[in-house]
Every structure is written in C-alpha cells, then in structure tokens.
C-alpha cells in the first residue's frame, strides 16, 4: 500500500466517528492542524484517493433523509463536486454527500 498523505490520515481518524458530511472535512481542527486553509483540491484528492483505495465509502441522500452507501463511480464525481463541501449550498440542499472510514463500517 501507498504512503499516506497527513490529510488522508486525518480524513481516516474522522471518518472512524460516524458519516462525515463534506461540508465538516475542511472545518475539523485535525485538517487545520496540518494547513490552516485547507486547499479543497487537496482534500478532493485526498478523498479520492481513499476512495479508490477501498478506504472509505461515500454515503449520499436528500439532507432530510438518511443517506445510502453509493457506488465508487457515483462517488467519485461527488467528492469532485465542489458545491458538496459548502453548507447549505444548492448542490449541498439537494443531497447532502458524506464519507465513512471502512473500518467503521465493518467494526
């Protein structure tokens, strides 16, 4: 397996509490220990990167209902979505996009 960025230990770490809505990666205090301003390209590719390592799972649903485990395809072009890691933003609205360490899942 491929060396780990901080960020992508650090996504990880966050991911073991619950799903993680998008929006939350760029707030946590763990993120902004390592860059106090997140690059969000940084932290797309970051997810990404653990996406197709099988790290984690993205999870999406209507932000008033519970959200569904989707397929990596899928999930991909929603991590790239840069509307996904705004709070309340039209793509945010309607549908909330989350991630989930796998090993929470499997826990």
């Known amino acids: 397996m ?7 230990q650090e ?5 073991l509490e619950d799903l993680i809505p998008l929006p939350e990666i760029c707030q946590v205090q763990e993120i902004r ?3 106090p301003v997140p690059d969000l390209a940084e ?7 653990l ?3 099988e790290c984690i799972q993205v999870w999406a649903g ?4 519970e959200p569904e485990v989707i397929d990596s395809n899928r999930g991909e ?5 840069v509307g996904q890691y ?3 933003s039209p793509t945010d609205l309607q549908l909330r996009v989350y991630y989930a360490n796998v090993e929470n899942i499997r826990g």
Not at 77 to 81: A, G, I, Q, S
């Open 43 to 49: 932290v797309i590719a970051a997810l990404v990167s």
């Open 86 to 88: 705004v709070w309340n």
């Open 33 to 35: 220990a390592i860059r």
């Open 77 to 81: 072009k929603l991590l790239r979505t």
């Open 2 to 8: 491929t060396k780990m960025t901080n960020i992508e």
């Open 11 to 15: 996504i990880l770490i966050l991911g």
């Open 51 to 53: 996406l197709r390592k």
């Open 62 to 65: 209507h932000w008033s209902s």
